[in-house]
């Protein structure tokens, strides 16, 4: 199976722009609720070296407060159609049937939904209807509740146990195996030591379902617990943590800050290849 989304030859990573608009992110809540704002900064990351723009209207942070359709849509509809129009790739992120149906009428091409389109019973056929790509991403409960005591008796097991499922629904409904990618969903419903087993074994992901895998990393609270920084403070953090994900396997980092990952995805993806592209585990 082949994807668009695996690493090229040539061990390039590619680069996933984080665009929230939202009020309530919990890095950048409220920098991109102006449509004009979200714009800008969305072809500015695309310029810096984003291959897609991931667009959001509602946080998915631990605690998060969800947000009714409408107000979803009148977010990201406009960033949507925006981006697009000036040849922008554009990735959706929502877990909301309607969203992403209006969503890929504006020029969305890739749905990433932190539910793996369980959230909403219409998604599945909204995604195979459409024919776009979908990020399945893991996650042990929903945002408000998740990081509520998080256990696992083996993460890595589970969030593949998980994903074997998913996948073998969406093929069932009609999505096509390419058309697929996997995020591990550090963060999301898990303990520090399940997001570090996680990030060290993306190769076992990697090779076990033969699919892209996606990591999102950036500015995430498990490097501030592991070094005391705040959240406005860890783009340092961000860097190892993606180029030990690009190490372990990673096809995709979802990123804050485009300019400065892109060099440490620069470096990485030299130092890693071929030799890590096997899917090897190394825990």
């Not at 929230?20 to 990351?45: E, K, Q, W």
């Not at 999301?188 to 997001?195: I, S, T």
Request: hydrophobic residues 45%; contains cysteine; negative net charge.
């Amino acid at each position: 199976m082949s994807s668009r989304w695996h690493r090229p030859e040539h061990g390039d990573v590619r680069m996933m722009g984080v665009l929230n608009c939202t009020p309530d992110s919990f890095s950048d809540g409220g920098d991109y609720i102006d449509v004009d704002a979200a714009v800008r900064h969305g072809l500015a990351m695309q310029q810096a070296g984003a291959a897609i723009i991931d667009v959001g209207g509602e946080s998915t942070r631990p605690g998060a407060v969800a947000v009714s359709e409408q107000e979803e849509l009148a977010r990201v509809i406009p960033v949507v159609r925006a981006l697009s129009l000036a040849g922008c790739p554009v990735s959706l992120d929502t877990m909301k049937a309607e969203v992403m149906r209006q969503g890929i009428a504006a020029g969305a091409t890739l749905i990433n939904d932190v539910s793996a389109l369980c959230f909403d019973a219409e998604s599945i056929a909204v995604v195979a209807g459409a024919g776009v790509d979908v990020c399945l991403m893991h996650m042990q409960g929903q945002p408000d509740v998740m990081q509520n005591a998080p256990h696992y008796v083996d993460v890595v097991d589970e969030v593949c146990a998980f994903f074997e499922e998913r996948i073998s629904v969406c093929i069932a409904a009609g999505i096509d195996e390419s058309a697929l990618l996997l995020d591990p969903g550090i963060g999301f419903g898990k303990r520090l030591e399940d997001n570090l087993a996680l990030i060290r074994n993306l190769g076992v992901i990697r090779q076990r379902f033969g699919m892209p895998v996606l990591l999102g990393v950036s500015r995430k609270s498990f490097l501030g617990q592991l070094t005391g920084s705040d959240v406005s403070d860890r783009e340092l953090e961000t860097a190892v943590a993606g180029a030990m994900g690009i190490a372990f396997g990673a096809d995709i980092l979802r990123v804050h800050d485009v300019a400065l990952q892109k060099r440490a995805v620069q470096v990485a993806s030299a130092i890693s290849q071929p030799s890590l592209r096997s899917g090897a585990s190394l825990a």
